[in-house]
């Protein structure tokens, strides 16, 4: 509807000598219809009176006026009424006839309604998508950041295909680098030893995660209180003699990690990895996504040494320099920050390993476009590496259909959260503790305790995967765990339970019955929107029906955008409608002719929610 209203306005616009011929595909693209927020304000809006007053040489008012007389006779059949609105809107009513069929759509369309096809490429193919996200590094724990990353990243990820993208979901792990030679430098340190094949993944796991942080911390200090004692080189780096000793050796940890040079240290490294990799499948699980394809920083360190040594002088293209020893990035001649692509033992920092990941990941999948799903911390990282990839001859066409995305960061109370301690909330120990919250909701509950605890985690998601995309993605985010696993009001659960309730009346419907029904054949026009077969649709119905058909823009608009939180703010809306309707219309009647209806908007909406809550990564229980 809001392409034809926009070729309508268009040859309107042709007609009161506006727009040239010439001039048509620019103007069409201009104009802006809109579903006003208020449903009292009609079902689409324009502002195109303002935009074209001063041409017109008229108030917008008066402009109005004008569009509207000539629209009156060729605008759409499904058009009820058009309305001027303040000093230049136009307002368009459809007839109630049109919400009837898109219940009728909706219940023949089921779990594909809302889908298009809009990420095709010139030649009708689908276009090839990939994003990367999530990305936690082995020996180290799945942090606030990570599950963040994994809620923004699927969330688009899922945008894309029901827009009508192929899609691929990629993870890239660091494998090697300092972090793991601190985790092997603090294995020396812990009070016990390595657990055994016996113990848990996640008790592994947790044991590395401590080496790793006393590692961390221990070299923090001990730099920390060199430069407290004065001792620090010209350019204000330490140099005591215990951080230079430690400094020493947790560099010659990292190169054995590299070369593989020590047997020893290879099985530990061998087995930790392994384990870290378990748990983290056990994580996807849980929150829902299936990677297609992983990559690791091992794979990737030589050919980021190559392509860093091939651009840098006097023999390459000059892109890097030498520095102290070191293969910088001059970010400065460019308004970014200078940056160390290789250190001074020839081995790549993450920004060099990065440039040998681009031709990896583009070889691995020719997409037509990827995205990077990252913290916003990271937002001056991406925009050094980006413009060194750009500018490397090789590698500047990927980078050309390559964009870095950023969400902002999740704070409780104590503020931000750093996985550099080892006191902290994790990401994996946030989800757990709101699982074992959800078990405690649902103690009385008359399930299975297995079901129980499947329920228990589909809610703990919803509560957090709601509470991160229910507002745009680079915003930071206050997370109350009680608000978010509540039932009633702005949360997942409270979705999630809308769905359950819409289940229940729909069982309900079947035992005594009722079978939905959508009458189509009293949509004519004579109805005038006064009644559409047996049932009056005013009010809450009326309400309920122009909801339901917003879904399908509201998933283009949030693709377009980027923003899954338009979904989100949706379906709370339309959970809020939903809840008014069965609060104030009495569904299920066996004797009432009206009830087959009803219950068909029932249906419409457990399938729209359902659909909606899918794009956002939530499962949707069958009961709660």
């Known amino acids: 509807m809001k392409a034809e209203l926009k070729n309508h306005i268009l040859n309107t616009l042709i007609q009161l000598n506006l727009v040239e011929e010439a001039e048509k595909d620019q103007v069409l693209s201009r104009i802006v219809i809109e579903r006003p927020a208020d449903m009292s304000h009609g079902d689409y809006a324009t502002n195109i009176a303002m935009l ?58 089921g779990d594909t309604y809302g889908t298009n096809d809009s990420e095709k490429t010139s030649d009708g193919q689908k276009k090839k998508i990939a994003f990367e996200y999530t990305d936690p590094n082995p020996f180290k724990v799945f942090h606030i950041g990570h599950l963040m990353a994994n809620t923004a990243g699927e969330s688009l990820a899922r945008l894309a295909e029901v827009n009508g993208a192929e899609v691929k979901r990629f993870c890239y792990q660091g494998d090697v680098g300092r972090h793991i030679a601190l985790t092997m430098w603090g294995l020396r340190l812990m009070d016990t030893g390595i657990p055994n094949e016996s113990a848990s993944i996640s008790d592994k796991v947790a044991y590395l995660g401590k080496a790793y942080a006393l590692g961390a911390t221990t070299f923090k200090k001990l730099e920390d209180a060199s430069k407290a004692a004065g001792d620090v080189d010209e350019q204000g780096r330490a140099t ?30 061998d087995n930790g990895k392994e384990w870290s990799l378990q ?90 476009f990827g995205f990077y799903v990252t913290a916003n911390e990271q937002d001056e990282y991406f925009k050094v590496v980006l413009k060194a990839a750009s500018l490397i001859p090789s590698l ?89 696993l509540s039932f009633e009001g702005d949360s997942g659960p409270y979705l999630q339970y809308a769905y359950v309730r819409a289940k229940s009346i729909l069982a309900k419907a079947k035992e005594v019955g009722v079978v939905q029904y ?35 823009e509201t998933i ?9 939180h338009h979904v989100a703010n949706y379906l709370i809306d339309l959970a809020g ?45 069958e009961k709660m």
């Open 518 to 552: 959508v009458d189509l054949a009293g949509t004519s026009e004579e109805d005038k929107g006064e009644t559409v077969g047996v049932v009056n649709v005013g009010g809450a119905i009326l309400k309920l029906e122009k909801t339901l058909a917003r879904y399908p």
């Open 279 to 368: 748990h983290f499948e056990e994580l996807y699980e849980i929150l829902g996504t299936k990677f297609d394809r992983y990559f690791f920083e091992s794979q990737v360190t030589e050919k980021g040494i190559e392509i860093v040594k091939a651009n840098t002088a006097p023999n390459g293209a000059g892109i890097f320099e030498q520095s102290n020893g070191a293969t910088i990035f001059p970010g400065e001649k460019y308004g970014l920050h200078t940056r160390v692509f290789l250190n001074k033992d020839g081995l790549p920092t993450y920004d060099g390993k990065e440039i040998g990941l681009v031709p990896t990941k583009y070889d691995a999948y020719n997409y037509d």
């Open 396 to 484: 500047s066409d990927i980078i050309a259909k390559t964009k870095h995305l950023s969400h902002g960061m999740l704070k409780l109370t104590t503020g931000k959260m750093s996985s550099r301690t080892g006191d902290v909330i994790t990401g994996e120990s946030l989800l757990m503790d709101m699982i074992e919250q959800s078990l405690e909701k649902m103690k009385e509950r008359e399930m299975g305790d297995d079901e129980k605890k499947a329920v228990a985690k589909d809610v703990a998601v919803a509560a957090i995967k709601y509470t991160v995309l229910r507002q745009s993605l680079g915003k930071d985010i206050i997370f109350d765990p009680e608000k978010s």
């Open 240 to 269: 005591g003699a215990e951080f230079k000793k430690m400094e020493d050796e947790v560099r010659e940890l990292n190169r054995k990690i590299y070369d593989r040079s020590d047997a020893e240290l290879n099985e530990i490294y």
């Open 52 to 109: 074209f007053g001063p041409k017109a040489k008229k108030s917008p008012l008066l402009l109005a006026i004008d569009i509207v007389e000539k629209l009156k006779d060729i605008v759409s059949p499904d058009v009820e009424k058009i309305e001027i609105a303040g000093p230049g809107f136009i307002n368009f009513s459809l007839k109630n006839s049109v919400y009837r069929k898109t219940i009728s759509d909706i219940l023949a369309t």
């Open 556 to 564: 283009e608009r949030a693709w377009k955008d980027l923003s899954p």
């Open 577 to 621: 409608t939903f809840n008014s309707f069965y609060a104030n219309t009495q569904i299920v009647k066996a004797d009432d002719t009206s009830s087959a209806y009803k219950v068909a908007l029932v249906q419409a909406f457990s399938i729209v929610i359902k659909n909606g809550l899918a794009v956002l990564g939530i499962r949707v229980p």
